[in-house]
């Protein structure tokens, strides 16, 4: 049985079952209850469905080609031919290559073909220095805190109690069993005039509580996806990568489609655009999830050998590149898919008011990839950083994590 097929009827079938319920966004659907998978969470948001994907042959590993020249910290970005012109072209590539050039922009249609773009490397040369972060007059709200709750008059003495602060812990473990942290409610500054044209204009956004995985998601756990729908893994799955040898290194060779049904099928769902960059950046504007300081091996795996070696490492291997939240890997080792569609003017839809957690378009052809991988160099680790891909697609340095609502008190 096909993966491709395997996990779009999943998908499908989730999605369509669930029509009884009221949707969270006007254009999904939440999945419904299942005794032969767990259940998603009550708030996972639905999900535009590409068609269904088609096999790709077996392409050669990214450990196999030749080495790509690397760049040591603070020194020029890479090069690969791109022009000054505004906005990002993409060019067609086999899968098996890493993503180091930017592909052709494709027609606007709203069902992605299959064939991917891949990213080029950025333009920024020398020491990459923070951005001024605008400073709004009055932020709309702060970060929030999690504090004990107040105590009150009874309701007997004729004055309402007030409404009790509800306790989210810092730390919890998903149903697919992976750790996920607390990333609070507030504003924080996204985007960057610094960079490629499509992370401006800097703007302020607010994103709701939500919990976000530790980790990227494994070869382990993916394997225990694709056991539970019965499904053959996908190509590329079962190279030396496999979770027989390497379950505690992050999956890749991994579609949108494939990444979105896992999560779902852990009652998730891939975090929004917004929220993954208020997990890398915090509310301080950081250049990078540790802070500003230019990524060493200790921080991430980037550069090939520049970055401490030739592929993916185990996840958490890199403890001094954790997030202010606790997250580990938001740079470096595997981009990461997004929720959301792509569109390089995005941005400029909050130039005036702050954002109010923001979704992306509503129909594209390529989604968001966050994060930089193994191959890339700094410029490409930076939280601000967005490239995107086919849904289709599968590349030996994408994988994902998944993220999950925090349930709204009545």
């Known amino acids: 049985m096909d993966v491709r097929s395997t996990i779009t009827t999943f998908m499908v079938m989730m999605m369509g079952l669930s029509c009884a319920a009221a949707p969270v966004w006007a ?12 259940a998603p969470v009550p708030a996972t948001p639905p999900v535009s469905v590409p068609n269904p994907i088609l096999p ?23 090069s690969t031919g791109k022009e000054a ?5 993409e060019s067609t590539q086999t899968p098996s290559k890493p993503k180091l050039q930017e592909s052709e922009q494709k027609p606007p249609v709203r069902v992605p073909a299959a064939g991917g773009p891949v990213d080029n490397v950025g333009k920024e040369s020398g020491p990459i220095k923070p951005d001024t972060v605008p400073s709004p007059s009055k932020p709309k709200a702060q970060e929030s805190e999690i504090k004990p709750a107040a105590k009150g008059p009874h309701p007997a003495n004729g004055v309402a109690a007030s409404k009790p602060v509800v306790q989210l812990s810092a730390e919890i473990t998903g149903k697919d069993g992976a750790p996920m942290v607390l990333v609070p409610a507030g504003e924080f500054t996204m985007g960057s005039d610094k960079g490629d044209d499509d992370e401006s204009p800097m703007h302020r956004v607010y994103v709701d509580t939500f919990y976000l995985d530790k980790f990227e998601v494994t070869n382990g756990r993916f394997g225990k996806f694709v056991e539970a729908i019965q499904s053959e893994p996908p190509w590329g799955f079962s190279d030396k990568d496999t979770p027989v040898t390497h379950a505690d290194r992050p999956v890749r060779w991994v579609s949108w489609m494939d990444a979105m049904g896992y999560c779902l099928w852990a009652g998730k769902r891939l975090p929004t655009e917004a929220e993954w960059e208020k997990a890398a950046r915090g509310t301080d504007g950081r250049i990078y999830p540790w802070g500003n300081e230019a990524p060493t091996p200790a921080h991430a795996v980037f550069g090939l050998k520049e970055g401490g070696g030739e592929t993916v490492s185990p996840i958490g291997n890199r403890d001094k590149g954790r997030s202010a939240y606790g997250a580990h890997d938001l740079a470096g080792n595997l981009y990461e898919w997004m929720m959301d ?7 400029t839809n909050f130039v005036k008011n702050p954002a109010l957690n923001p979704r992306g378009p509503s129909e594209g052809t390529a989604k968001v990839q966050r ?10 680790l930076r939280s601000s950083f967005r490239t995107k891909g086919d849904p289709t697609e599968q590349d030996p340095n994408v994988g994902f994590r998944c993220a999950q609502e925090v349930p709204k008190l009545p």
């Open 85 to 89: 012109a505004p906005g990002k072209t």
């Open 341 to 347: 569609w792509y569109a390089e003017d995005f941005y």
């Open 56 to 78: 790709k042959s077996h392409a050669q590993d990214a450990e196999t080609k030749p080495p790509v020249k690397t760049q040591a910290p603070g020194a020029p970005a890479e």
């Open 371 to 380: 994060g930089g991988s193994y191959i890339n160099n700094p410029y490409r």
């Open 27 to 38: 254009d999904e659907a939440v999945a419904p209850k299942s005794e032969s998978i767990p």
